[in-house]
């Protein structure tokens, strides 16, 4: 009987952390299809340091639709995802910034990978429906192939070590900005 009137532990921080979260790093994407796993990559490579900031959680989110939850509850997030420019305007291994605004996110990176049609965009415009939307950094890599099985392309394993730094300073601007 206690496991159907108490399933769960109380909530709270992530053991390791003390004190509420502020700062969400969340990489989207695909293990398995290519470039497409190049924010999952990414924010694997950083967990371990940039969780010793105070009040930052970083957390492999998968596709996109998942993001949606994870934008609850802090004020900020860096997301970090493959894209894919509509016409080939970049070329592969091309770093994106832009950051959310009321609207989502611009046209530009709007672009969605998913064979189900619900990308990012659309992810933080749910989010934006349903309530509170943080601060929103989004950090892509325009991808190449993305096909199931492939590793990552050359031209985006180029540009990890650079992406990496990115989500190192802009979770790092965010922890200062808000005091953390």
């Known amino acids: 009987m206690h496991l159907v009137r108490d399933p769960l532990p109380p909530a709270g921080p992530p053991a390791g952390l ?7 790093v969340v990489g989207c994407g695909n293990p398995s299809a290519g470039d497409d796993a190049v924010g999952l990559i990414a924010v694997r490579e950083v967990r371990s340091e940039l969780e010793t900031l105070p009040g930052v959680e970083v957390v492999e989110a998968g596709p996109a639709l998942n993001v949606v939850h994870l934008l609850e509850g802090v004020d900020a997030a860096v ?3 493959a894209v894919r420019s509509p016409q080939g305007r970049r070329s592969a291994g091309e770093i994106v910034r832009a950051e959310a605004g009321p609207d989502g996110l611009p046209a530009d990176v709007a672009t969605s990978l998913s064979s189900h049609g619900f990308g990012l965009a659309e992810a933080v415009a749910l989010a934006g429906a349903l309530g509170h939307v943080p601060r929103i950094v989004f950090l892509g890599v325009e991808v190449s192939d993305v096909a199931v099985g492939r590793p990552l392309s050359a031209a ?10 990115l989500i190192r300073a802009e979770t790092r601007a965010f922890v200062r900005t808000l005091g953390s």
């Open 18 to 24: 003390s004190g509420p979260i502020r700062v969400r």
């Open 79 to 81: 997301v970090v995802d």
């Open 156 to 165: 985006v394993a180029g540009a990890l070590p650079r992406l990496v730094e």
